[in-house]
């Protein structure tokens, strides 16, 4: 298999001209190691396409988590369910399959602060950009003002907005401040939009008995918008110590 360095150059100008820059990038590379292992020709060409794929996902799911928003360092592997029995480890890795996100369905994650919610949040919402989707992820004051900024828009307008177009709508920290009429009924409309349209991730340290005083007392609307998240829903109650409290407690030698 040993050719000559201009036979080598042309190939990774054939390559890069095609697009395969992850393959052109480790010709040489790849090529010494087929050359010393004696590898078949049809097997080098499967190698170097398959470090084509490769490349190329790796830079799909970069690019996806920098537009997604969701924060760094947090995932299911350094997710501490020991510390969290109450959690069932299998419905966790359940959705990180992603099939609630293709089915356009919703995931409430309930429970006080620093149990875990948004650790969990993300890391879904990671899972499931790994295996295609489109994440943003938003707490809910930060989706209040976009939709606020955008609640003269026509639909023809508003559905191009990515808290509308998105596979997955992670919403973090829902129920720290209760809504005023406008901004329930805002986020009935968003709410009524993704509806069969686009899953919908939430955290919350509301269980739903409590979000019709968390949307503006409106008995109707919080059913209304019950009515649209909880049709085909995972709902998970979380319930344990806080996280933060126990690196608090560590950190000055407080045992529990």
Same mark, same amino acid.
């Given at each position: 298999?040993?050719?000559?360095?201009? $036979?080598?150059?042309?190939?990774?100008?054939?390559?890069?001209?095609?697009?395969?820059?992850?393959?052109?990038?480790? #010709?040489?590379?790849?090529?010494?190691?087929?050359?010393?292992?004696?590898?078949?020709?049809?097997?080098?060409? $499967?190698?170097?396409?398959?470090?084509?794929?490769?490349?190329?996902?790796?830079?799909?799911?970069?690019?996806? #988590?920098?537009?997604?928003?969701?924060?760094?360092?947090?995932?299911?592997?350094?997710? $501490?369910?020991?510390?969290?029995?109450?959690?069932?480890?299998?419905?966790?890795?359940?959705?990180?399959?992603?099939?609630?996100?293709?089915?356009?369905?919703?995931?409430?994650?309930?429970?006080?602060?620093?149990?875990?919610?948004?650790?969990?949040?993300?890391?879904?919402?990671?899972?499931?950009?790994?295996?295609?989707?489109?994440?943003?992820?938003?707490?809910?004051?930060?989706?209040?003002?976009?939709?606020?900024?955008?609640?003269?828009?026509?639909?023809?307008?508003?559905?191009?907005?990515?808290?509308?177009?998105?596979?997955?709508?992670?919403?973090?920290?829902?129920?720290?401040?209760?809504?005023?009429?406008?901004?329930?009924? #805002?986020?009935?409309?968003?709410?009524?939009?993704?509806?069969?349209?686009?899953?919908?991730?939430?955290?919350?340290?509301?269980?739903?008995?409590?979000?019709?005083?968390? #949307?503006?007392? $409106?008995?109707?609307?919080?059913?209304?918008?019950?009515?649209?998240?909880?049709?085909?829903?995972?709902?998970?109650?979380?319930?344990?110590?806080?996280?933060?409290?126990?690196?608090?407690?560590?950190?000055?030698?407080?045992?529990?």
């Amino acid at each position: 298999m040993s050719k000559s360095r201009p $036979d080598i150059d042309r190939t990774r100008d054939h390559l890069n001209a095609l697009g395969f820059l992850h393959a052109a990038a480790g #010709l040489d590379t790849m090529l010494a190691a087929a050359v010393k292992e004696t590898v078949a020709p049809h097997a080098f060409l $499967d190698q170097l396409l398959a470090a084509e794929i490769v490349g190329r996902e790796e830079r799909r799911v970069k690019s996806m #988590l920098r537009l997604s928003g969701l924060p760094t360092g947090q995932t299911l592997a350094n997710f $501490d369910f020991a510390f969290q029995p109450a959690i069932e480890r299998s419905r966790i890795d359940t959705l990180a399959a992603s099939a609630w996100v293709r089915a356009r369905e919703t995931v409430l994650l309930q429970g006080p602060p620093g149990v875990g919610k948004t650790h969990l949040a993300i890391a879904l919402g990671i899972k499931a950009i790994e295996q295609g989707f489109s994440v943003q992820f938003l707490r809910f004051d930060e989706l209040l003002i976009q939709l606020r900024r955008d609640g003269h828009l026509p639909p023809s307008r508003l559905r191009r907005k990515k808290y509308l177009s998105t596979a997955l709508l992670i919403i973090d920290e829902l129920g720290f401040e209760t809504m005023d009429r406008q901004d329930a009924s #805002l986020f009935f409309r968003l709410v009524t939009y993704r509806y069969g349209r686009g899953a919908i991730l939430i955290t919350t340290n509301k269980s739903v008995r409590d979000w019709t005083e968390l #949307l503006a007392g $409106d008995e109707a609307l919080a059913t209304a918008i019950l009515d649209r998240l909880l049709h085909h829903a995972t709902v998970i109650n979380i319930k344990g110590r806080s996280y933060r409290l126990r690196d608090l407690e560590e950190s000055l030698g407080i045992k529990p």
